[in-house]
């Protein structure tokens, strides 16, 4: 009996782990997805109160969870409100190339024109390297946050205005640093000079053998605490035996409450899409955003529901495959798969 028990479990476990690996990526979308609507909603919100500051990074979060067309646009909206108008190009740029690839023509040349009305104005800085310091080994030059090869010739590279730091640095060598105050559409130049060489530090002779490493301490024999004897395993298996059953029941009401929100969130976005877009031609911005909102809704709500649905289904496996092994029981376990859904089915005495 307990053989075939150990069995039964066994096949329960991996029934519902083939069942659930599919979804496990999906779900791990759906987090995402739905954290990026989120910190979108939360920017759009900020940026119709001017709170551009507050809004910019919301946008560059979400984009970073669920790249999209609609989201660039926005945040090089965003950024250019902030006065970074070297941001802001770069960032139309990049929803220009997105919109292109995936076969958006309005929207590509909506962020073509914001290219092309930011180019003029860019601030830029141009960085020259000195032949003195091109000949010292392992130059790093960074231009702000951008490192800049020393072997090339000097670029004008499109800057955000404000300050912006230069340095020079290599192993050996006192670093050079210079402080730019950049003007809105200002064109500067910064020349990185020479190196002077730096001196190496002076070890110290008393005591240098015997000095302990820094925040190293010593533990004798003595000191170490006396090994602590296990505590005896736990005589509560009825316990252990719900620990999966109830996990994944709470997993599946979650993704059943997840995907009836967003459902609802879906519908309630399509039918502003809508009032937009009656012709179901979105000449606004605006309305072709809630209409991937909608979609974007509607995907999250349907693989919740999806996972929520094999997560029920698994805390029942796991519960009957557990019970008192003298149960006498029969217990069959099958899946199946179809264009857009997979689930278990589950048929037995008990």
């Known amino acids: 009996m307990a053989l075939r028990a150990s069995s039964l479990l066994t096949l329960g476990t991996f029934v519902v782990a083939c069942s659930l690996a599919l979804p496990v990526a999906a779900q791990t979308n759906t987090a995402q997805k739905a954290t990026a609507e989120a910190y979108f909603d939360d920017a759009l919100r900020l940026m119709q ?7 910019c990074p919301k946008l560059e979060a979400s984009q970073r969870l669920d790249p999209a067309v609609g989201t660039l646009l926005y945040l090089g909206e965003c950024y250019e409100r902030r006065g970074r108008t070297a941001s802001a190009w770069v960032t139309f740029r990049e929803a220009e190339a997105l919109a292109r690839a995936t076969s958006q023509p309005q929207r590509a040349e909506m962020a073509r024109a914001r290219v092309d009305r930011l180019q003029a104005g860019l601030a830029k800085v141009t960085v020259e390297v000195s ?42 060598y006192a670093p050079f640093t210079k402080t730019l105050l950049v003007p809105a559409a200002g064109k500067l130049s910064v020349q990185v000079p020479a190196l002077s060489r730096q001196a190496g530090p002076v070890a110290s002779s008393s005591g240098s053998a015997s000095a302990a490493p820094p925040f190293a301490t010593a533990v004798s024999p003595a000191s170490s605490p006396a090994p602590t004897q296990s505590a005896p395993p736990s005589a509560e298996p009825s316990k ?29 976005k399509a039918s502003d899409a809508n009032d937009l877009c009656p012709d179901g031609q979105c000449r606004e911005e605006r309305g072709t955003s809630l209409m991937d909102s909608a979609r974007s809704s509607a995907n999250i709500s349907n693989v919740a529901f999806a996972v929520g649905a094999v997560a029920l289904v698994g805390g029942v496996v796991f519960y009957l495959v557990d019970k008192p092994k003298d149960a006498d029981r029969s217990l069959g376990l099958g899946t199946w798969v179809g264009a857009d859904r997979a689930g278990l089915s589950l048929r037995g005495s008990l």
């Not at 109160?49 to 809004?55: G, L, N, P, R």
């Not at 946050?145 to 499109?158: E, K, M, R």
């Open 49 to 55: 109160s001017s709170s551009f500051a507050e809004a």
């Open 131 to 172: 032949a003195e310091a091109r000949a010292i080994p392992a130059l790093r030059v960074m231009c702000g946050t951008v490192p800049i090869d020393p072997t090339l010739p000097g670029v004008a590279l499109p800057v955000d205005p404000g300050e912006l730091v230069v340095e020079a640095s290599a192993p050996g």
């Open 240 to 268: 252990q035996s719900l620990a999966w059953p109830i996990a994944l029941g709470a997993v599946g009401i979650v993704g059943i409450g997840v995907g009836t929100a967003f459902g609802l969130r879906a519908i309630g």
